[in-house]
Structures are given as structure tokens and as C-alpha cells.
């Protein structure tokens, strides 16, 4: 089976920054698209942050120039740098990923992580 475990939130007063993290784990043979999503109370789950295998990125509108997506393929784990959080950046981050895994044979999933709340305050 595979895990998508993720750290890093937290409360930070508007104009501060955060650093999420999440790491997959178990019988993992490679990772496609990772992304961060993010869903505020009363509105539904949006992307915020994707980064393909290759290392390409694409952003939403609303965090471009603020927040940093990156990788690192050797560790499974995908990260979220934000920078110049704003009141409206507050929301519960979750992590996705499109994980090929197993032993004998191969499977492809598409997992979640349990989701961190990130808070910030004006």
C-alpha cells in the first residue's frame, strides 16, 4: 500500500510564510503528477499547485508569484513554499499524487493525504 503523510501547517500572521512537505511511502515504483489542492470552509477543493515528473509546473492564479512548488524525486515528497500568505490563503492543503506501486505486478492509484490546515491572520 501507499501513504501520503504531510507537515508543515500551522497559524502565521498575513505577509509570513510556510513550508508544507509530503512524503509518500511503501511499495512506490515511480510517481507521476504531484499537486497541492486546498478546500476553505464553504468552497469546494481547488488546485493550487501542480509539478509533473519532469519538473514542469503550473500554478492558480490566485498564489502565482507567491508560492513555489518543487519535488524531490529521490524522497517521494513534494513541497509547498508560500510566501506573502494573505488571509484568504487560509484553508485545509492537501497533497495528490499519481503513484504507480507494487511488487509483482504494477498498479496506478491516485492518492490523498490526510490534509493540514494552514491558518492566517490579518
Known amino acids: 500500500q501507499v501513504q501520503l503523510v504531510e507537515s508543515g501547517g500551522g497559524l502565521v500572521q498575513a505577509g509570513g510564510s510556510l513550508r508544507l512537505s509530503c512524503a509518500a511511502s511503501?511499495?512506490?515504483?515511480?510517481?507521476?503528477?504531484m499537486g497541492w489542492y486546498r478546500q476553505a470552509p464553504g468552497k469546494q477543493r481547488e488546485l493550487v499547485a501542480g509539478?509533473?515528473?519532469?519538473?514542469?509546473?503550473n500554478y492558480a492564479d490566485s498564489v502565482k508569484g507567491r508560492f513555489t512548488i518543487s519535488r524531490d524525486n529521490a524522497k517521494n515528497t513534494v513541497y509547498l513554499q508560500m510566501n506573502s500568505l494573505k488571509p484568504e490563503d487560509t484553508a485545509v492543503y492537501y497533497c495528490?499524487?499519481?503513484?504507480?506501486?507494487?511488487?509483482?505486478?504494477?498498479?496506478?492509484?491516485?492518492?490523498w493525504g490526510q490534509g493540514t490546515q494552514v491558518t492566517v491572520s490579518s
Open positions: 509539478i509533473t515528473s519532469g519538473g514542469s509546473t
Open positions: 495528490n499524487a499519481d503513484i504507480l506501486w507494487g511488487t509483482s505486478r504494477v498498479y496506478e492509484n491516485d492518492y
Open positions: 511503501g511499495s512506490i515504483f515511480s510517481i507521476n503528477d
